[in-house]
Nanobody, 119 residues
């Protein structure tokens, strides 16, 4: 059973940067596609970035050019580098195993990591 542990969130000013991480266990990480999702208060969870096992990536329009998803197969970890953050990026960020680049997800959700961007 896949286990997902997100970390690295925090409070940052608008325009700043933050990197969140997700350590994955219970699966052959290198063979799986991964995605980062976020859920803001009162809104549905949305996919912001996906990465295939071969390293190809895809992003939602709202984060293209600002966020970068990457993976380290030796560490079973997927990262999301977030630059030029905006207050509307405030959300709980989650990772998950996904089908293709845009889901659906294959695992249960972890606890997520809170990202708060102040204006």
């Amino acid at each position: 059973q896949v286990q997902l542990v997100e970390s690295g969130g925090g409070l940052v000013q608008a325009g700043g940067s933050l990197r969140v991480s997700c350590v994955v266990s219970g699966i052959r990480f290198s063979r799986n596609n991964m995605g980062w999702y976020r859920q803001a208060p009162g809104k549905q969870r949305e996919l912001v970035a996906g990465i295939l096992s071969d390293g190809r990536t895809d992003y939602s329009d709202s984060v293209t050019g600002r966020f970068t998803i990457s993976r380290d197969d030796a560490k079973n970890t997927v990262y999301l580098q977030m630059n030029r953050l905006k207050p509307e990026d405030t959300a709980v960020y989650y990772c998950n195993v996904i089908v293709g680049l845009r889901g659906p997800v294959l695992g249960s959700w972890g606890q997520g990591t809170q990202v708060t961007v102040s204006s």
